[in-house]
């Protein structure tokens, strides 16, 4: 396999990426499509389940269309979680498939939240609390709201088995997606019990057979060889959820190991050899492909959005529009002390929020400490700040390495300010596409079952750069962390009058 490569596909929510890698871990191709989902004014979101799959074609003929497709060894789908992705008796969508961020069933999802009997069982069998989106709270939402629908649902899928099944015709699954809503984490199974606590018993026979990421599930047919560019008879390998392939993909495989995605929202991801299960954390645990370890999931609602509403309010309009702001506002901000003049940020910028380490819909970002010795260019350090304590809220103590990937990742001293303010050392992931990387590594597992997960990162994924925490700057971090945290718990209360209040004042309004 000297001269192979290997496809990866990452079916997103908005966007289709895939990549193609060579044996060596050598990027050689890549190609994007915009897969935008159908979103309704009563909270409604679906995709076309064939248009869906006709989007991976494609951009998989895209991407193979300078390359010589005799050369693919393997490939692997990874995909967006969750949803309602069901088949009837003639395999065939019983509708569009329901989306993660649908919310039709926010009620069913709040009855369960609030029932302290079925929260308990589900968080504990599954690792998760109940949501609108989750496959499970939309089976009883259909059950009870479309029972013809939901009758007619014989195999229930998600994302990324739909477009393997099309692909090659082969039904399963594998464990990190079955693991968000109906999977036992303690069994690694179904979970019967709770299927009939929910009162969803029926769909266990709809439920497919599971398969671990790395294994091949099936063979590319011909009819899609036609249609796509790929060889017929091309090994699939059975692929996982997105964010557990992203942490794959970025080189976590070990106890300990945390991955942080600092983009658009936080993602931050935690290896642990069980779950620990917590009624007041908004965070899921989903199993850990591939090996037994489970993965808690931790995403905070904004990352670089902080810093870009900073940039838009603290900067000049001549300063804005320099093709180098980030270096212009690093440059600045560099040799300050930390927490500069005592300034702190909570970097709650988002307009739904805060869902994580906490839930409050309510929580707004602030800056605390502010005097008239104040400067911008501390107030600017203090938001690259917040994100870092707003990490180490959501990963909580530990030892191990943080992977860092997304666009914060960039930055030349975001790095070493999280390394500091964790007191863990931070390795940048090497390759861009942490998703789609990890379901080429699935696929490479899959043809070369001999070859362990710790040489295929190796391969894949090596170190581009490392930051170790200084500890100075950590016992300063230390200290202030502490106050920060401190201060989001006493505002919990607050947040949620505020909240009300403004809510009060726009029905005023709309009157």
Same mark, same amino acid.
């Given at each position: 396999m000297e001269n192979s490569?290997? *496809?990866? *596909?990452?079916?997103?929510?908005?966007?289709?990426?895939?990549i193609l890698v060579d044996s060596h871990g050598n990027?050689?191709?890549?190609?994007?499509v915009r897969n935008p989902p159908t979103i309704t004014e009563d909270g409604y979101s679906e995709t076309d389940m064939h248009g869906l799959f006709e989007r991976c074609c494609t951009v998989i003929k895209t991407v193979l269309s300078e390359q010589n497709s005799a050369c693919l060894a393997a490939m692997s789908v990874s995909g967006q979680g969750e949803g309602l992705w069901a088949l009837d008796e003639y395999n065939q969508p019983i509708g569009p498939a329901i989306l993660w961020n649908d919310g039709r069933a926010s009620r069913t999802a709040s009855q369960w939240l609030n029932h302290e009997g079925v929260k308990q069982i589900y968080q504990h069998t599954t690792g998760s609390v109940p949501f609108s989106g989750a496959t499970s709270v939309l089976l009883a939402w259909f059950k009870k709201h479309e029972r013809n629908t939901y009758d007619r649902i014989k195999t229930v899928f998600w994302c990324k088995d739909w477009i393997r099944y099309c692909l090659t015709g082969a039904?399963?699954?594998?464990?990190?997606?079955?693991?968000?809503?109906?999977?036992?984490?303690?069994t690694k199974g179904w979970a019967h019990d709770l299927l009939a606590a929910l009162d969803i018993e029926e769909v266990k026979q709809a439920l497919p057979a599971l398969r671990p990421s790395n294994d091949i599930a099936g063979y590319v047919q011909s009819t899609v060889a036609q249609m796509t560019g790929l060889p017929e008879g091309l090994p699939v390998a059975t692929g996982a959820l997105d964010i557990v392939a992203t942490a794959f993909g970025m080189g976590a495989h070990q106890q300990g190991d945390t991955c942080v995605i600092l983009g658009t929202t936080c993602c931050c991801?935690?290896?642990?050899?069980a779950p620990k299960y917590d009624s007041n954390t908004s965070g899921g645990w989903e199993c850990f492909e591939p090996s037994s370890l489970v993965v808690n999931v931790n995403a905070a609602m904004a990352g670089t959005p902080n810093l870009d509403w900073a940039i838009g309010s603290l900067l000049t309009e001549s300063e804005r529009q320099r093709s180098d702001v980030f270096e212009f506002i690093e440059a600045n901000i560099k040799a300050l002390d930390p927490v500069s003049r005592g300034v702190i940020f909570h970097p709650y910028i988002a307009e739904a929020g805060e869902r994580a380490p906490f839930n409050n819909p309510g929580a707004k970002a602030q800056f605390f400490g502010i005097d008239t010795k104040t400067t911008r260019w501390d107030m600017l350090k203090s938001v690259y700040e917040g994100v870092a304590f707003?990490?180490?809220?959501?990963?909580?103590?530990?030892?191990g390495r943080i992977l860092l990937a997304g666009g914060g990742a960039?930055?030349?001293i975001w790095p070493q300010i999280i390394a500091d303010c964790t007191g863990r050392s931070v390795v940048i992931a090497k390759q861009s596409e942490a998703c789609s990387n990890g379901s080429i590594m699935y696929a490479f597992m899959a043809v070369n079952p001999e070859c362990p997960?710790?040489?295929v990162i190796a391969k894949f994924n090596g170190e581009q750069r490392a930051f170790t925490p200084n500890k100075h700057n950590t016992d300063i971090y230390e200290a202030y962390f502490e106050v920060y945290k401190e201060i989001r718990t006493q505002l919990d209360g607050i947040w949620k009058i505020h909240d009300g209040l403004k809510n009060q004042r726009t029905k005023h309004e709309r009157l």
């Open positions: 490569i290997f *496809l990866g *596909l990452d079916v997103g929510t908005t966007n289709i990426k895939a990027e050689v191709a890549k190609a994007e039904f399963s699954s594998d464990p990190s997606d079955a693991s968000t809503s109906m999977l036992s984490l303690e991801e935690s290896l642990y050899q707003s990490i180490r809220d959501c990963i909580g103590e530990g030892t960039k930055s030349e997960a710790e040489q």
